[in-house]
């Protein structure tokens, strides 16, 4: 079994920047079966959607809508999931949950970013 703990949400300015932290823990075999790890958000109102992902070889891909503003970067020796977060805008305000997948698919409980215009 896998837990994933985020941090880093908060409230920001237009134009302002945050960096998102996913860590996961507990079964060592299940982490190490971990290839994908990344970031969804969920605004209100509006479907889940894919933010950042990022494979264990580095492999990334990012929703159209966040491209050169967004850099996902993944520790794997800290099995940790980073979502630097620059040039906010207020559409960005959402709930954004970490998600891996190896042998099993985990989410995280979810932190909020809100953007104020």
């Known amino acids: 079994q896998v837990q994933l703990v985020e941090s880093g949400g908060g409230l920001v300015q237009a134009g302002g920047s945050l960096r998102l932290s996913c860590a996961a823990s507990?079964?060592?075999?299940?982490?190490?079966?971990?290839?994908?790890m990344g970031w969804y958000r969920q605004a209100p109102g509006k479907q889940r959607e894919l933010v950042a992902h990022i494979t264990k070889s580095g492999i990334t891909n990012y929703a159209d809508s966040v491209k050169g503003r967004f850099t996902i970067s993944r520790d794997n020796a800290k099995n940790t999931v980073f979502l630097q977060m620059n040039s906010l805008k207020p559409e960005d305000t959402a709930v954004y949950y970490c998600?891996?997948?190896?042998?099993?698919?985990?989410w995280g409980q979810g932190t909020l970013v809100t953007v104020s215009s």
């Open positions: 998600h891996a997948l190896g042998s099993l698919e985990v």
């Open positions: 507990g079964s060592i075999f299940t982490i190490f079966s971990i290839n994908s």
